[in-house]
């Protein structure tokens, strides 16, 4: 999503991904092959790609009504392809780099216009509210899309909790702020930390998962651990990551994205193929995956559930 970046690259520009992770496996089992078997051992047992393996299972019921019937993207496509600046531009970045996080203990403060203000604790969060898995399209602003099952509950259960004041009409997410565990903070690709809103009604709406897992798991660092917000009908970069602050607030709260390039980025950000981005369509994406273009629905595909949110807006100017 880097502002001067191409959206995605063409097809015929692409080593289909899977030759690409595989031969980069290949060569890691190469530079392993010089090293003894102890060392290589150990090596492996730290590494960032053995991460799945010590990760702590979450298994929640599948919600069928929230969920699509589309196959979801692999654990592997899910995991390796990921947008988190904090860890580098690069898509294989964030899962090379993101070892770095401390994701215990962690906790979120909720502040602003709420009767009960107060910080919870990761574990805490994990047990407010029944989880469930949701398979929800996933489209990011770069014409990407995967299928994922995530993992969590509607972030209104939490507001619920902490009770919103009549005054409260936005929410603002942050992302945790620490260049020793987040070194692509190091560099002013974006105002640090990532911020972003989204108005009190579409923050409350069922579909806004607060999420803490995906694919049977806790979220992988690079997923935005240890807990991130999604938001299906709109934008990936919405879907902020790894939040260490939630306020409740009366004015409309500036985001990362729309500060960083406010032509191009909108407030809203609803997934539209009618309103293109100025340097590329909206009006097709790519699942990852796949090879043949896929039109892009209107609001990903939930306008049933979201469109009214929207009645008398000019959608083409609150973008
Ligand atoms: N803190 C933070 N949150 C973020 C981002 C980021 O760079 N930093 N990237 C966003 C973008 S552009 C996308 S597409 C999604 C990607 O989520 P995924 O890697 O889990 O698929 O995360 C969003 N949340
Ligand atoms: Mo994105």
Redesign the pocket.
Known sequence: ?LIKQPPDVPESEVTPRDHFLNRRRFLAGTTMAGLSLGAGAYLFGKSKNSQAESIQKLVAPRHAEFSVDEKPNSYKD?TT??????FGLGKDQ?AENAHTLKTRPWTVRIEGEVAKGRTIGIEELLKLAPLEERVYR?R???AWS?V?PWIGFSFAELAKIVQPTSRAKFVQFV?LKDTAQMPGQKSWV?DWP?L?ALRMDEAIHPLTLLCLGVYGEVLPN???APV?LIVPWK???K????IVAIRFTEEQPTTTWAKQGPSEYGFYANVNPEVDHPRWTQASERRIGELRRRKTLPFNGYAEQVAKLYQGMDLRRFF
């Open positions: 999503m899910v392809y990921n947008n988190f600046y904090e964030p996933f990011c602003v770069e995967m994922i992302t974006l990532y972003e690079q997923n935005g991130r934008y990936g970069f879907s902020i990551k790894s």
